[in-house]
């Protein structure tokens, strides 16, 4: 297991350069992964993990169709759209006046649904969802993995409290499929590398996910930043073989805000696993995680309930504050 702490140095707008970020190695003892994914949860909200056995032809069979729908004509990509939120979108984000430098497929991760909309996606429909369908099933599992290991970690004493919450059928989780166009750049421009970011522009603007936790893959272009302290975003850097999560308890672990930014000549295309669980599910606080010294910070909620207020506010308006217990 490689656990970099990061350096004290402070990352400034102005300078920004990759900070180490905690990186978490599946394929080490089960007690020591647990421990080092609740510290990354509680320290950044967000870690990196290697040999996390996703088949790496499961990915790139869904890279493939992915860059095969972003490729065609806008009319036709607009036959899956638009997004209400699922579905094809194109610059907007959720409905309240958000746009960025980006296009997208939002999908349920149910099959029946997968099936159904394919074939509004690709001339080869079934092709289409069982990529789909193969990668949501390997990252499902991943994701389930990472929450018993949290759940371990956090010495909760159900340790599937978390996972039955995305492997129940009617779990809502996503899958978003992001692309994010390369930038136009004059051929004298000689200030486009990444390093100056001078051309950068917002692919997906400032947000934590809603959502139980997130497993985001990318190609080799970056533009991912998080944002540990206000204002300070760190640049992570891309790993086409690596999975960064982002998942939370009580105000013991935290969502960290992030957002895209476009400044490659290259298009960036991320694969987003979200998992969340049934509308109906009653949300509140592990019991391990609330002590006569330590009360709910949250009063329960309804996963339907947060879903809707999400969507009722701006990508860069804080939520779960609205939920706090009185
Ligand atoms: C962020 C995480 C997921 O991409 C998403 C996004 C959703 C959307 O794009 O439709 C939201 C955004 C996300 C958070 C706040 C709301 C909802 C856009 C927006 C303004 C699909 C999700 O579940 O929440």
């Known amino acids: 297991m490689v656990v970099v702490v990061p350096s004290p140095t402070a990352v400034g707008n102005e300078k920004l350069r990759a900070m180490e970020l905690p990186v978490v190695d599946l394929s080490a003892e089960r007690s020591e992964v647990s421990k080092v994914i609740v510290k990354a949860c509680e320290e950044y909200g967000f870690f990196k993990v290697v040999n ?12 493939e169709q992915a860059l095969r729908f972003f490729s065609l004509p806008l009319s036709e990509k607009q036959r899956a759209g638009p997004a209400d939120p699922l ?47 193969g990668y949501v099933e390997a990252v499902r599992e991943l994701a389930c993995e990472l929450l018993d ?3 371990e970690g956090l010495l909760v004493s159900d340790r599937s409290l978390f996972t039955r919450l995305i492997r129940d059928v009617d779990s809502d989780s996503i899958l978003r499929l992001n692309h994010y166009p390369p930038i136009q750049v004059d051929s004298n421009d000689r200030d486009s590398s990444p390093s100056s970011y001078a051309n950068s522009k917002v692919g997906f603007g400032a947000h934590s996910d809603p959502q139980i936790l997130t497993l985001l893959r990318s190609n080799d272009v970056g533009g991912l930043q998080i944002s540990i302290e206000d204002g300070v975003w760190i640049p992570v850097p891309p790993d086409p073989t690596a999975f960064w999560v982002n998942a939370m308890t009580n105000g013991r672990l935290v ?34 995680m609330v002590a ?19 969507y ?15």
Not at 314 to 325: C, Q
């Open 87 to 133: 579905g094809y979108g194109c610059k907007n984000i959720g409905f309240n006046g958000d746009t960025g430098e980006v296009e997208y497929l939002t999908l349920n991760t149910n099959p029946l649904s997968i099936a159904q909309r394919s074939t509004t996606i690709s001339n080869n429909p079934s092709k289409f969802s069982s990529a789909v369908n």
């Open 255 to 288: 969502s960290v805000r992030h957002r895209a930014l476009t400044y490659s000549r290259k298009s960036r295309m991320s694969m987003a696993f979200f998992g969340a669980p049934p509308l109906q599910a009653r949300i509140a606080a592990p019991p391990e």
């Open 52 to 63: 996390h056995g996703v088949p790496q032809d499961v990915i790139l069979k869904l890279e």
């Open 149 to 151: 290991l949290t759940a």
């Open 292 to 310: 006569p010294n330590r009360l709910s910070l949250y009063r329960p909620f309804t996963w339907a309930e947060y879903k809707k207020t999400a």
């Open 312 to 326: 009722s506010l701006r990508l860069e308006d804080t939520r779960l504050d609205l939920f706090m217990a009185c």
